[in-house]
T-cell receptor, first 111, second 112 residues
Framework: DQQVKQNSPSLSVQEGRISILNCDYT??????FLWYKKYPAEGPTFLIS?????DKNEDGRFTVFLNKSAKHLSLHIVPSQPGDSAVYFC??????????FGAGTRLTVKP | NAGVTQTPKFQVLKTGQSMTLQCAQD?????MYWYRQDPGMGLRLIYY???????DKGEVPNGYNVSRLNKREFSLRLESAAPSQTSVYFC???????????FGDGTRLSIL
C-alpha cells in the first residue's frame, strides 16, 4: 500500500510562473516530511522539509505547506526557472528511519 | 566532496547469479539505507542500518541481505538474482534524526 501518493505524474509551467506540486499521505503517524529533487542519472537531493508541528516552511523560492487535517502537503516554487525541471519526490517518516516516498512528479519549466 | 559513493554504476546479471552492491559514505553519518526505484513506484526502502552493528528490514527486504561493515560502508547482496530485482538501487546516509538523507547516484541493475 502506498502511504505517500503523488497523483500528478507530470506538470508543465511557464518560466516565471508558480509551480505547485502536491502530495497526499495516509499514515497519521508521519511527523516529518521532505521534498527531494532528482535529475536523470543522479541520486535525489534534498530540497526542503517540514516538521508536523509546523504548517509552513520557506527557503528562498521554495515553500512547503502542510495540512495535517487533510493529510496533504504541497511544494510551491516561485518563480519557476528552467533549471527547476526535474522529478520531485515527496517523502514522509515517523521515526526518521522508515522513510516512505511518493512516485514522483516530473516538472517541466518552459522558457 | 565525495558524499555517498556507490559501485558499480551499471551491472547486468543472469538469473540465479549473485551480486554485492557497495556503498560508502565519508560524512561520518550514523544511519545508512538501501532503496530501489522502479517506474511509477518511487523509492522503496529495502534495508537500513540505524548505527554501526545494526540492520533492520524496510518495506521490501525479500531476496536481499545487507552488511554494515563499519561506519562508512553498507553493502547490499542479492544471493540469487531474479528478473523482478531489475531496478535502480540507491544508497543513502543520514546524520541523525530530523535531517535529510544524502543519496548516491545509484546502481542500475538488469537481470536477464
Amino acid at each position: 500500500d502506498q502511504q505517500v501518493k503523488q497523483n500528478s505524474p507530470s506538470l508543465s509551467v511557464q518560466e516565471g510562473r508558480i509551480s505547485i506540486l502536491n502530495c497526499d499521505y495516509t499514515n497519521s503517524m508521519f511527523d516529518y516530511f521532505l521534498w527531494y529533487k532528482k535529475y536523470p542519472a543522479e541520486g535525489p537531493t534534498f530540497l526542503i522539509s517540514i516538521s508536523s508541528i509546523k504548517d509552513k516552511n520557506e527557503d528562498g523560492r521554495f515553500t512547503v505547506f502542510l495540512n495535517k487535517s487533510a493529510k496533504h502537503l504541497s511544494l510551491h516554487i516561485v518563480p519557476s526557472q528552467p533549471g527547476d525541471s526535474a522529478v520531485y519526490f515527496c517523502a514522509a517518516s515517523f521515526n526518521n528511519n522508515d522513510m516512505r516516498f511518493g512516485a514522483g512528479t516530473r516538472l517541466t519549466v518552459k522558457p | 566532496n565525495a558524499g555517498v559513493t556507490q559501485t558499480p554504476k551499471f551491472q547486468v546479471l543472469k538469473t540465479g547469479q549473485s551480486m554485492t552492491l557497495q556503498c560508502a559514505q565519508d560524512m561520518n553519518h550514523n544511519s545508512m539505507y538501501w532503496y530501489r526505484q522502479d517506474p511509477g513506484m518511487g523509492l522503496r526502502l529495502i534495508y537500513y542500518s540505524a548505527s554501526e552493528g545494526t540492520t533492520d528490514k524496510g518495506e521490501v527486504p525479500n531476496g536481499y541481505n545487507v552488511s554494515r561493515l563499519n561506519k562508512r560502508e553498507f553493502s547490499l547482496r542479492l544471493e540469487s538474482a531474479a528478473p523482478s530485482q531489475t531496478s535502480v538501487y540507491f544508497c543513502a546516509s543520514m546524520a541523525g534524526r530530523g535531517v535529510a538523507q544524502h543519496f548516491g547516484d545509484g546502481t542500475r541493475l538488469s537481470i536477464l
